[in-house]
């Protein structure tokens, strides 16, 4: 499965409903690798070109184009990763080297896997390195596009997670972050691309570039494959699709009616 990085604030958003969207540069492609030069086409029949690392031109129709997405298309799953640790004595081990019953804590809120409470926990690690058995967060892709990063709605900015709040405690005027701590925006546009480029300018793909973007849709799922709101009396629980419990630990119904899917 397809692993994804977000930054804490965005898995914090994951968790809590407010991000259903992400937005990421197009410079790779399935099968291709590393392009420059992405952008529609002028060649008949044919909807995009690019340049692969050899200089070589590429044309393809949109649903070739599609199919070479790295991040994967509708139906796939994709892994989140996130800052984690472990139990201070593991420190000097590499993720390769964890057992996976290890206790793991997530940094974005503090939560703790099932055997983690009453640990002391070590050093703070990096998302890039966790491993794939400690992810707890898995989006269901069920769109992906092509667009130019500046034709981004405001409603599409309010789903890529911004964070927003009163503007004004006078007037509660709705105001969305500004994410290099400046005044708070009335636009989710102007919050989104404060966002954007606080990550992605210093790489080169600042939001006055206008860069073609891939754009991911994706819902949530439960760790245990149940969505919200389906009746406790009606859950079906695969049990091959469970964590694995030391003997001593009990998953029981409430705790998958808890479950913030």
Request: aromatic residues 10%; contains cysteine.
């Amino acid at each position: 499965m397809k692993q994804i990085l977000f930054r804490d604030e965005m898995v914090h958003a994951i968790l809590f409903g407010r991000k259903t969207q992400t937005r990421r540069p197009i410079t790779r492609l399935n099968k291709i690798g590393k392009i420059s030069e992405f952008g529609r086409s002028d060649t008949i029949g044919y909807d995009w070109h690019c340049r692969d690392k050899h200089m070589r031109w590429h044309d393809l129709r949109n649903e070739n184009l599609l199919c070479r997405c790295p991040y994967g298309l509708c139906g796939d799953n994709l892994l989140v990763r996130e800052q984690w640790r472990t139990i201070k004595e593991y420190d000097k081990l590499s993720p390769s080297e964890l057992e996976e019953d290890v206790p793991v804590q997530y940094k974005t809120d503090g939560a703790m896997n099932y055997n983690a409470i009453d640990k002391v926990f070590g050093r703070w690690r990096s998302s890039m390195y966790m491993p794939s058995w400690m992810s707890r967060i898995t989006l269901d892709i069920i769109d992906v596009r092509v667009e130019r990063l500046n034709d981004i709605s405001g409603e599409d900015a309010i789903k890529e997670g911004i964070d927003g709040c009163s503007y004004s405690c006078s007037t509660r005027e709705p105001g969305w972050k500004d994410y290099f701590g400046g005044e708070r925006f009335i636009d989710p546009r102007e919050s989104f691309k404060s966002l954007w480029n606080s990550i992605n300018k210093p790489r080169g793909h600042g939001w006055n570039t206008n860069p073609w973007v891939w754009v991911l849709v994706f819902r949530k799922k439960s760790k245990y494959g149940i969505q919200r709101g389906t009746p406790v009396n009606e859950i079906e629980v695969d049990v091959r699709s469970l964590p694995r419990l030391k003997p001593h630990v009990f998953l029981t119904r409430r705790d998958i009616e808890d479950e913030d899917v």
